[in-house]
């Protein structure tokens, strides 16, 4: 794409959306939609008096692509953009366009991983960490670690449900029996999860099963047994009961 067209581009996004906002305030007769109107209209000025190299035109325009990689037609613009051009001087009568146009490309980043997932399944994103395009790879890497937290939110709350013990689920983790507690002891029992991927009951059925089909791992530990000595006060911080003491870690 060349940058005078995606700055084009941009700048006839900020003329449309002033024109919207003209005729809704015509329609409500309100004098905050109207002065939005004028405001968005000074956005599209400034951006086409840009010079072609400003960073900001360059962060938009790399993210207003398809998964190949080609520059869309017209400009994409996420919720969070959105949002940002539509509260142009509704309530800040002093807020000026460089401001807005920098907090506009930050949104449109914000924004890419989620209009990238829209409507795909995981199974296609995980495909796409192997694709020859980059754009769909970078893309699919930068989603599954936006939310890879939020799965195992849910990888744990569903294995807590099932009876499983901090130490079974670290082990299968990989990590630390104190670290996975540490991280997720105030989250049990959510259901989280994130972006374009719907849980269906079939789906959290068959996850279950694969859990429970995973062996009880034994540790021989003194911690494991019926008189397991507490944990270090270092491991888990102040006694509880204490000034300031933070919660103790379960036997299980």
């Known amino acids: 794409m060349e940058r005078s067209t ?8 900020f003329e449309q959306q002033a024109e919207s906002r003209r005729q809704a305030g015509v329609e409500s007769d309100d004098p905050r939609r109207a002065r939005s109107a004028r405001g968005l209209l000074d956005v599209a000025d400034y951006v086409r008096e840009l010079p072609d190299d400003d960073p900001r035109l360059r962060r938009i325009e790399a993210m207003n692509v398809d998964r190949s990689g080609e520059p869309h037609e017209t400009l994409e613009v996420g919720e969070g953009a959105a949002a940002v051009a539509a509260d142009f001087r509704y309530a800040d009568l002093l807020e000026d366009p460089d401001a807005l146009l920098t907090r506009f490309a930050a949104k449109m980043e914000a924004d890419g991983s989620s209009l990238y997932a829209e409507g795909r399944t995981l199974a296609e994103i995980a495909a796409d960490v192997e694709a020859d395009q980059p754009m769909a790879a970078l893309l699919a890497v930068r989603y599954l ?27 299968v983790l990989g990590r630390t029996r104190q670290s996975v507690w540490s991280k997720h002891r105030d989250g ?3 259901n989280v999860i994130g972006g374009a991927i719907a849980t269906t009951t079939r ?29 270090a006060p270092d491991a888990v911080g102040p006694e509880v009961g204490s000034a300031g003491a933070a919660e103790a870690m379960p036997a299980t």
């Open 6 to 13: 995606g700055k084009a581009m941009l700048a006839e996004y």
């Open 203 to 231: 789906a959290a059925r068959k996850v279950r099963s694969v859990l429970e089909a995973v062996p009880q791992p034994s540790f021989g530990h003194a911690r494991d047994t019926a008189q397991a000595a507490p944990p």
């Open 145 to 171: 670690g936006e939310h890879v937290d939020g799965w195992e939110e849910r990888a744990v709350t569903l294995a807590r449900e099932a009876g499983w013990s901090w130490d079974r689920i670290a082990t």
């Open 188 to 190: 049990a029992g959510r």
